[in-house]
Every structure is written in structure tokens, then in C-alpha cells.
């Protein structure tokens, strides 16, 4: 049996939402469970207000890299979750059975305005994340 279960995230890029919730699952959920995050088409970079969005709560993203999903297909998952309908709509097949669950959060990337405009839009969706994943998640823990 493993020691934590694992679950894999998914959006478009995997540079905004999905790299956001795979930290915050690592950080506030790592004795349980283990993320990972991936795109169905890959950015070339984690969004840099991701990245300070998720710093302000004192979770360095600051190395992550973007993944195909394709990189994780084989894997064995225990829970896969879309974070954005695009992503859920051209999600893969998984060869191995996985529960497949959706969760849409805004795309803080398609924010428009100001920096502090669009880093407020960061700000909502990373909290978006904490307060609506995050249960959904430690609900599947035990």
C-alpha cells in the first residue's frame, strides 16, 4: 500500500490554476498526499503571478515547470481532477482506472487591467482553489 495517495491535476497550460492547487495540496496536504500537475498543452513557463501569488502565502513555486499530460498517462493515479472545461474537455483516456473528478476555476492569465487588477484575479482564484479543492481532496483521505 502507499504511503500517500496521488492525485494528478489538470488544465490547458499548467502554468496558472493547475500549478497552484498541485502546492497547495503538497503543502497543506503532503502527510496524506502527493500532486502533481500537467497541461494538455503545455506552456512554456509558470505564469510569473502565479508564482507571486503563491509566495504571498509563503509556497515558493519559483522552479516549477510546466508537463504534458502525456508525461503521466501511465501512471497509477488515485484521483485525477480538470481545473478548467478545456482541459476536461480534451483530457486523455488513462489506461489504468482513475476516479476522474472537474472543478472550473477562472483563468487568472485571461485577467485584464493593471498589474494589482490582475494580481487581485490571482489572488481569488489561488484562494478559489484552497477553499473548494482542498475539501474535496481531504474528503477522499480516508
Not at 503532503?30 to 505564469?47: F, K, L, M, N, Q
Request: glycine fraction near 4%; charge should be negative; include cysteine.
Amino acid at each position: 500500500m502507499k504511503a500517500r495517495k496521488e492525485v494528478l491535476i489538470l488544465c490547458t497550460g499548467n502554468s496558472c490554476r493547475s500549478q497552484m492547487a498541485e502546492a497547495w495540496v503538497n503543502h497543506e496536504l503532503g502527510g496524506t498526499w502527493e500532486a502533481r500537475s500537467a497541461g494538455t498543452w503545455p506552456a512554456d513557463i509558470v505564469h510569473p503571478l502565479a508564482v507571486e501569488a503563491m509566495a504571498e502565502v509563503g509556497i515558493d513555486i519559483s522552479d516549477a515547470r510546466p508537463e504534458s499530460v502525456h508525461t503521466y498517462l501511465d501512471d497509477s493515479w488515485d484521483l485525477v481532477i480538470t481545473v478548467c472545461d478545456s482541459a476536461r474537455e480534451s483530457c486523455p483516456v488513462f489506461p489504468l482506472p482513475v476516479e476522474t473528478i472537474h472543478m472550473s476555476f477562472p483563468d487568472p492569465a485571461e485577467a485584464e487591467g493593471s498589474e494589482d487588477e490582475r494580481m487581485e484575479v490571482f489572488r481569488k482564484v489561488r484562494d478559489a482553489i484552497r477553499d473548494s479543492l482542498l475539501p474535496e481532496i481531504r474528503a477522499r483521505s480516508v
